[in-house]
T-cell receptor, first 115, second 114 residues
Framework: GAGVSQSPRYKVAKRGQDVALRCDPI?????LFWYQQALGQGPEFLTYFQNEAQLDKSGLPSDRFFAERPEGSVSTLKIQRTQQEDSAVYLC?????????????FGSGTRLTVV | AQSVTQLDSQVPVFEEAPVELRCNYSSSVSVYLFWYVQYPNQGLQLLLKYLSGSTLVKGINGFEAEFNKSQTSFHLRKPSVHISDTAEYFCAVSEVPQTGKLIFGQGTTLQVKP
C-alpha cells in the first residue's frame, strides 16, 4: 500500500487479556519502529527492527511486551496480561533504509483501552 | 541521557498571526532534530528536520525552524497561521544516526482561532 497500515484501529481489552497489534509497513522498507503514546504525551520508543532482526528493544516496559517481524515485513506487537497502564496509542513507523537521514512514515496507530 | 522539553503545552493564536513553538533539548553529543505534526486521529507527519549545514531549516506548509547550538534550542516558526494548522506539534531528537531512533517532547497544541 501507499502508507503504513495498522490494525485494529481501536482495541478494547479486559485487564488480563492478551492482545496483538499488527503493522504493515510500506513495501520494501527496511527499518520498522514501534512507539507508545500515552494520552497527552509524546510518543515513546519501544523497539526497532532492521529487516527481521530486532536490534533494539530497550523501550519495552516489561516482559509482557513482545514484538516480532519474522519475514522482515509485517510486524506484530503482543502484550500479555494487559494492565490499565498499557492503555495508549501504539504507533508503528517504517523507513526505506537505516539511518536518521531517512524519514519515517508513521501509521495512524492502534488505540488500546484496557478496562 | 538526552531529553526534549517543549516549553508550552498549548499555544492559542489568531488566524494570520505569527507563531513560535519552543523546543529545547539536552544531549552530550551531536544531535539531529525534527518537528512532527499530528492531526486528530492520525499518525505523525514530518514538518522539517535538521541534520547538518544551515541552521535555518525550511519545511512544509510554510514552517521553518532554527537550530541554535549554544541555546540548545530548535524553535518552530510560521509567519502567518491558518485554521488548518490547528494540531499537535512534537519536537524530537535523535542521538543515534545509525538507526534514527527518536526521543520526543511532550507536544504543543496549536489552537488557531478565527
Amino acid at each position: 500500500g501507499a502508507g503504513v497500515s495498522q490494525s485494529p484501529r481501536y482495541k478494547v481489552a479486559k485487564r488480563g487479556q492478551d492482545v496483538a497489534l499488527r503493522c504493515d509497513p510500506i513495501s520494501g522498507h527496511v527499518s520498522l519502529f514501534w512507539y507508545q503514546q500515552a494520552l497527552g504525551q509524546g510518543p515513546e520508543f519501544l523497539t526497532y527492527f532492521q529487516n527481521e532482526a530486532q536490534l533494539d528493544k530497550s523501550g519495552l516496559p516489561s516482559d509482557r511486551f513482545f514484538a516480532e517481524r519474522p519475514e522482515g515485513s509485517v510486524s506484530t506487537l503482543k502484550i500479555q496480561r494487559t494492565q490499565q497502564e498499557d492503555s495508549a496509542v501504539y504507533l508503528c513507523a517504517s523507513s526505506l533504509a537505516t539511518g536518521v537521514g531517512y524519514g519515517y512514515t508513521f501509521g495512524s496507530g492502534t488505540r488500546l483501552t484496557v478496562v | 541521557a538526552q531529553s526534549v522539553t517543549q516549553l508550552d503545552s498549548q499555544v492559542p493564536v489568531f488566524e494570520e498571526a505569527p507563531v513560535e513553538l519552543r523546543c529545547n533539548y539536552s544531549s552530550s553529543v551531536s544531535v539531529y532534530l525534527f518537528w512532527y505534526v499530528q492531526y486528530p486521529n492520525q499518525g505523525l507527519q514530518l514538518l522539517l528536520k535538521y541534520l547538518s549545514g544551515s541552521t535555518l531549516v525550511k519545511g512544509i506548509n510554510g514552517f521553518e525552524a532554527e537550530f541554535n547550538k549554544s541555546q540548545t534550542s530548535f524553535h518552530l516558526r510560521k509567519p502567518s497561521v491558518h485554521i488548518s494548522d490547528t494540531a499537535e506539534y512534537f519536537c524530537a531528537v535523535s542521538e543515534v544516526p545509525q538507526t534514527g531512533k527518536l526521543i520526543f517532547g511532550q507536544g504543543t497544541t496549536l489552537q488557531v482561532k478565527p
